[in-house]
Each structure stands twice: as C-alpha cells, then as structure tokens.
C-alpha cells in the first residue's frame, strides 16, 4: 500500500492503516493536522479554560503563585490575617542566574508567613523591561483570600497593628503559620495581623494559594 | 527512494511522520511555565504538595510533548494528558505562565490530537510536483 510515491499514483483519500514512521512511505505522503479532529479536543478545552477563568474571577477557585527570579510589588489597602511570622532570610538564585548581578545570587530578604490573610484591592506588578504584567483582584465586594502565604521581600511599608506578638523569637522555634526558618536568626511572631496600606517589594519567592476575584490580568505602563 | 542525504531533508522527513509542531508547542509551554516560576525549593516543601504540583505540572508538559516528538505512535494518550495537564497550570502555576503557556500547551495538544498520519499532500504540493 502506497509503496509507489508518484504523485499521480492515489488521488482518493487512504484509510489510516499505516502508522506513522514506517519507513516504506514516500517522502511526500506527510501527516498532516486534520482540522475537524483537533477541534474535537479544542472545543471541549476552550470551554474549560473559559470556565476556570470564570471560576477564578468570581472566587470560587484558588490560584497558586509562585513567581521569581525577579522583582515584583504587591499592594493591598488593607491585609488582614491570622497567624503571622516573620524572619531574615538568604535567598539563592539559580545558578548563573542573569538577575544575579553582583550579589553573588544571593539577596537577604524578610521572609513573611501568613496562615490565613484577606486583602482588599490587592494589585501585583511585575515589571518586564517597558512594560509591566499587573494583575488587580478583590477591588470588589469579595476579597481576595490566601492561605499559607509566604512572601519574602525585601521592602514592606505599611500601618500594621498586632494582637499576641512575640518578638525576638529563634526564627527556627515558629509556631504561628507552619514555616520555621534557620537557627540562630532573629523573628517575631503574632496570632493576627492587620496592615494597611501594605506595601511589599518582593523579591524571590512567594508561593500560596490564592482566590482572587474580579481577577483582572493586563499589561501596563505603570506599576501599581 | 532517492532523496538526497542531506541532514535539511532528513528533518523533514523526519518532521513529516509526527506531529511536530503539536509536540513542540507543548514542550515549549511547559518549559515557559517553569521560567515563570523559581520558588525556593525549601518554601515549596514547607507548603507541601500545592507547592509541588506547581512544579510537577509543567514538568509532565514537557515530557509529554517530547514523547509526543519521539513516540507519536503514542500521540493521543499523551496529547490528552497535556491538555489536562495545561488546563490545570492555571490553577497550580502563575495562571497558566500568564496565561501564554496554557494558550501554547493548549494549541499544541490540539493540534497533536488531530494530526494523522499518511495524509494525501495538499493540492499546492501536488500541482508543484507534477509541474517538477
């Protein structure tokens, strides 16, 4: 079957039988995308990614963050949380990373933990070279809610107030939102925690899961 | 058959018995993924396996638009699991990479879930041979 790879040879179209990369085809009988079948699946799909997004503006579906490497900036009217710690903190990069520098890859950051925060108008910013990639949620009615967030930033301002803080704790004895950090290094700990005004340059991590809705996601001339 | 050795024609031949950009926008959108992200790796342990699903997401993409390239005998087991493994990005990985991985692992999946094998040449091609 179509051993003979002359063009005038077959002009109806072939059953599938012969899988692909069997040597004995022509050089010209090349697989080919088929536009019905692909739209079997990419129906279905756009369907699903139109409905997660939707899902995840109106709140019902966490997003998880876990952006780095560069800088970025996260401002929130008004935090509020439970279960609060903070510690200093040595961040590596990756090897040979280009936003290394001359810090040797390394960047001395405070590490914030929080159990449980809800944030009003929270806006992210990550600035691209010209451009900025912001996202806004929680402007709103809803608010936009994260659990286990940790943040390591190297700037924070804001207006904050404490119930139960304890300060000058070993960073590696922390109880309060499940991360502990190294020994012998400063931290303080508190069971809520209200900012406002909030203010972070975060610089390498940040990973938690987010709901976020009226999630808007644009690029910008401005950061927030 | 008497196509010249030369390594171009070789890739295309090789390029024309599987689905090659299906494979190859998978493995470029997992890859994308991942460069959106660098959490420390002590941060995605304390956080448990959310944290690691971020990882473990886009890794699975891009081995599955590789086996799609070297085993697309296999294509439609690993064309469904990209798609579902791109659709979960946005949940798990910085929305989907911003969004531009899930768009790539998405079309990618598609197209390798519709690709067949050992179809007629488009008519360009064969009007362009008979006139050869």
Same mark, same amino acid.
């Given at each position: 079957m179509a051993s003979s790879s002359d063009a005038s040879a077959s002009h109806g179209s072939t059953p599938e039988s012969s899988e692909s990369g #069997? @040597?004995?085809?022509?050089? =010209?009988r090349r697989g080919r995308v088929r536009l019905r079948r692909a739209a079997v699946m990419a129906v279905p799909a756009t369907a699903i990614a139109a409905g997660l997004m939707i899902l995840t503006a109106q709140g019902a579906l966490g997003v998880q963050f876990a952006i780095s490497g560069m800088p970025f900036t996260v401002t929130a009217t008004e935090l509020n949380g439970t279960g609060f710690e903070q510690f200093g903190n040595l961040d590596n990069m990756a090897e =040979? #990373?280009? $936003? @290394?520098g001359d810090t040797g890859g390394q960047v001395l950051v405070v590490t914030s933990a929080i159990k449980n925060a809800t944030l009003t108008k929270l806006c992210q910013s990550v600035d691209l070279g010209g451009t900025n990639l912001l996202i806004t949620a929680g402007s709103g009615a809803d608010k936009v809610q994260a659990t286990n967030l940790t943040t390591d930033s190297t700037e924070l301002s804001g207006d904050a107030a404490f119930d139960n803080i304890e300060i000058? $704790? =070993? @960073?590696?004895?922390? #109880?309060? @939102?499940g991360v502990q950090g190294n020994k012998g290094v400063f931290s303080q700990q508190a069971d809520t925690v209200h900012i406002a005004n909030l203010r972070q340059t975060n610089y390498a991590t940040t990973a938690a899961v987010f709901k976020l809705p009226g999630l808007k996601l644009r690029f910008s001339d401005q950061g927030c | 058959m008497t196509s010249s050795r030369n390594p171009r024609s070789e890739f295309r031949r090789w390029r024309a018995h599987r689905p090659f950009w299906g494979g190859l926008l998978l493995t470029l959108a997992g890859a994308e993924i991942l460069l959106t992200e660098k959490a420390s790796l002590k941060v995605v342990l304390h956080i448990g396996m959310q944290g690691l699903a971020g990882y473990l997401l886009p890794t699975l993409m891009v081995l599955c638009g590789l086996l799609i390239l070297f085993?697309?005998?296999q294509r439609l087991f690993y064309s469904l699991v990209g798609i579902l493994l791109s659709l979960g990005t946005w949940l798990t990985s910085n929305l989907g990479g911003f969004l531009v991985g899930l768009l790539l692992g998405a079309v990618g999946s598609c197209l390798a879930f519709g690709w067949l094998p050992d179809q007629e040449p488009r008519r360009r091609r064969l009007l362009r041979r008979r006139h050869a």
């Amino acid at each position: 079957m179509a051993s003979s790879s002359d063009a005038s040879a077959s002009h109806g179209s072939t059953p599938e039988s012969s899988e692909s990369g #069997s @040597a004995t085809e022509g050089p =010209d009988r090349r697989g080919r995308v088929r536009l019905r079948r692909a739209a079997v699946m990419a129906v279905p799909a756009t369907a699903i990614a139109a409905g997660l997004m939707i899902l995840t503006a109106q709140g019902a579906l966490g997003v998880q963050f876990a952006i780095s490497g560069m800088p970025f900036t996260v401002t929130a009217t008004e935090l509020n949380g439970t279960g609060f710690e903070q510690f200093g903190n040595l961040d590596n990069m990756a090897e =040979d #990373s280009p $936003n @290394a520098g001359d810090t040797g890859g390394q960047v001395l950051v405070v590490t914030s933990a929080i159990k449980n925060a809800t944030l009003t108008k929270l806006c992210q910013s990550v600035d691209l070279g010209g451009t900025n990639l912001l996202i806004t949620a929680g402007s709103g009615a809803d608010k936009v809610q994260a659990t286990n967030l940790t943040t390591d930033s190297t700037e924070l301002s804001g207006d904050a107030a404490f119930d139960n803080i304890e300060i000058g $704790n =070993d @960073a590696s004895t922390l #109880s309060k @939102a499940g991360v502990q950090g190294n020994k012998g290094v400063f931290s303080q700990q508190a069971d809520t925690v209200h900012i406002a005004n909030l203010r972070q340059t975060n610089y390498a991590t940040t990973a938690a899961v987010f709901k976020l809705p009226g999630l808007k996601l644009r690029f910008s001339d401005q950061g927030c | 058959m008497t196509s010249s050795r030369n390594p171009r024609s070789e890739f295309r031949r090789w390029r024309a018995h599987r689905p090659f950009w299906g494979g190859l926008l998978l493995t470029l959108a997992g890859a994308e993924i991942l460069l959106t992200e660098k959490a420390s790796l002590k941060v995605v342990l304390h956080i448990g396996m959310q944290g690691l699903a971020g990882y473990l997401l886009p890794t699975l993409m891009v081995l599955c638009g590789l086996l799609i390239l070297f085993n697309p005998a296999q294509r439609l087991f690993y064309s469904l699991v990209g798609i579902l493994l791109s659709l979960g990005t946005w949940l798990t990985s910085n929305l989907g990479g911003f969004l531009v991985g899930l768009l790539l692992g998405a079309v990618g999946s598609c197209l390798a879930f519709g690709w067949l094998p050992d179809q007629e040449p488009r008519r360009r091609r064969l009007l362009r041979r008979r006139h050869a």
